[in-house]
């Protein structure tokens, strides 16, 4: 059963940037074996994105696993949470407004804690399903 503290946790987890520093590339190369990013542009690529766009959510999607497990999610979970987290701000956001919303998360807390919700959010529904 999962700790009420873990919530917490994983909802700082949810603020990923592009930077590249949120994660180490140690860390992307340990979990590259399940995450296959060129299957998940070519995914993208198919649903109507271009391919900057679909490498942008990519490059989230990747960052988000890598973050989950570390933080103790099991692959599945980790899976389903930012599955549920990249389709809630694709159908809220473009990729461009997603990219300076994101960069700004990093100065602004209440656009973090914005961004933190929906990753709550979805937690709660994996954790209740």
């Keep these: 059963m999962l700790k009420t503290n873990t919530l917490f946790t994983f909802s700082s987890l949810l603020l990923l940037t592009f930077s590249g520093f ?6 992307i190369a340990q979990s590259s074996n399940k995450f296959n990013r060129q299957q998940c542009i070519q995914n993208l690529v198919k649903d109507g994105l271009k391919s900057e766009d679909a490498s942008v959510w990519c ?4 960052q988000c696993l890598v973050r989950s497990q570390k933080e103790g999610l099991h692959a599945e979970a980790a899976k389903s949470v930012c599955d549920c987290t990249i389709k809630t701000f694709r159908n809220k956001y473009t990729t461009q407004k997603f990219r300076e919303i994101t960069k700004k998360s990093e100065t602004d807390k209440k656009i973090a804690n914005q961004l933190r919700e929906v990753g709550e959010i979805c937690f709660e529904e994996i954790l209740f399903e």
């Excluded at 490059?59 to 990747?62: F, H, K, L, P």
């Design 22 to 27: 949120s994660v180490t590339k140690e860390a």
């Design 59 to 62: 490059n989230y999607n990747e």
